[in-house]
């Protein structure tokens, strides 16, 4: 009996010494570390990134899988096919992002301003989640926001074959990227980023980078190009639009004209805490 109730306490002992052990390196453990979890907390700061990621995405191949509720994009009566529409303007950091970042005020953006965004960015509901998530982290009120995001659009020339094609494309994300950089020299090496997926590797977006104050700019890791798209060539769904009056959509939409050479030295609206401005 002796020895089996030392064997019993030399269990019950080691027992002990391993949960104690265990609880000890979950205290160390970064992910359960309340100082960890505080500055990855402070990342999602507004106004505190590192540069923007414009992102264009291309309408056919949303539309390809949208619902009855994506009439406004993609079941048009007149005849408007989008070829690339603005998704949005994503802070980023040098490696990861930031989103819905804390204001003192509600994120609300006004009904006007949705309207005045539906040319370019064809989604009531997209034009709201896109300040909510994106938006409130570039220390922007909606209004700047949305001014910045249009002007740096309308600042990138669609090379030629992308405006409006009736008949399906392939190009390689190489490719894609250098007929983006031959139709705008003003943008850096580095600063064109393809996205793919789904069947066939649609092209579903391209992400071009700025800094802060809406120059060209190499991306970060966010837009390495083999996490994005690494096929050898990419499927481009046609647009096919029939309207021809020249509006956003049809064979010849404002980015068909050379981008405001004096708007692009202009810098962007830059950050300002948001509580000693009105706007939201």
Known sequence: MH??????????????????????????????????????????????????????????????NATERDAMQCSRSDGRRYGFVLHGLWPQYERGYPGDCRLPRRPFVPEPLISSMLDIMPSRGLVIHEYRKHGTCSGLDPQNYYAAARRLFNSVRIPEPYRNPFETLNASPRDLASQFARANPQLKPGSIAIACGGSGNRLKEIRICFTKDGASRACGDNENQRKLCSAEQVYIPPVRSTVRDGGYGSTKPPSDAQPDSNSARRPLPGFRPLENRGGI
């Open 3 to 64: 020895s089996k109730t030392l064997y019993r306490l030399s269990w019950t002992l080691l027992a002990t010494v391993a949960t104690l052990s265990f609880a000890s390196a979950q205290q160390r453990a970064p992910w359960s570390d309340e100082r960890y979890n505080q500055k990855s907390q402070e990342r999602n700061v507004a106004g505190e990134f590192d540069y923007y990621a414009l992102v264009m995405s291309w309408s056919p191949t949303y539309c390809s």
